[in-house]
């Protein structure tokens, strides 16, 4: 009886997450994966199974295409930004500074306002009259159609996501970089290593998995983003914001197509598993090799 508790008991405390994970995780997960093979065009009620034509559909509409592209370049915007920029604050941050309790609070504190309230304030310094605006009319410079122009549209959005997450990635980085050990500095400073070589050559290959981490977290919270493209431009102007999970939204809710936005529910997280794990392989190879 004592071995047999033993052997189960730890998977008694693993039962609470397992069930999370079952009710919001897997459940949704494959009601969504068959609803994406039925069509609710004719009767919602009845719905007919169409095999895999909603996904033949789905690449054929340039629409989805555009909504794609629109999002691996937000990606590629924010992922390189969240990941570098967050740990050069952190490394400054973690130095014995005067005060530098009123830095972390001032860098960590856009983390806890809501990024609706986020949103909307830099809509407001987008606008056309806005700050942004009357800074460049000021300098001689011609005003810039922050939310309206096709060309920034996105890019402004991707802002205020690098805005709102760097004090949270910058922390991540901050608890990492307690546990380096203080000799490995040392000793690389007697070996006549400057600043830059310390941190190329001791903090970087320790905080490794730190890295992955946050890699990883910002790209699939760049590949979800969706509250700051709905307050700031609904996916305007000429689609030229939309998202992939904005896509997903106006097909379920708007144009109540729910067979279309499941697919496209499908293919993201695919997307999602195929980043997570490049991700962790690139980094945990780089780990071993440094």
Known sequence: ?????????????????????????????????ILSFKDFSSDIYNPEWVGFSNYYALFKNPEFYKTMINT???????????????LIVAIFINQKIKGISIYKVLIYLPVVVSIVVVAIAFKWLYAEQGILNYILELSG???????????????SVALVTIYKGIGYYMMIYLSSLLGVPQDLYDAAQSDGAGELQKHLTVTIPHIMPTIALVT???SISA?????EIYVMTKGGPLNSSKTIVYYIYERAFENLDLSMASAASVILLAVILIFSVINITFFENKRYKL
Request: cysteine-free; proline content about 7%.
């Open 141 to 155: 410079l011609s005003s810039i159609g922050w939310l309206t122009d096709t060309k920034f549209a996105l890019l």
């Open 72 to 86: 691996f370049l937000f990606l590629l915007m924010v992922v390189p930004v969240l990941s570098i920029f967050p």
């Open 223 to 227: 590949l979800k983003v969706f509250t």
């Open 1 to 33: 009886m004592k071995t047999f508790y033993k052997r189960y008991i730890p998977y008694l405390f693993l039962l609470p997450a397992l069930t999370m994970l079952a009710v919001f995780f897997f459940i949704p997960f494959f009601d969504t994966l």
């Open 216 to 218: 990883t977290i910002s």
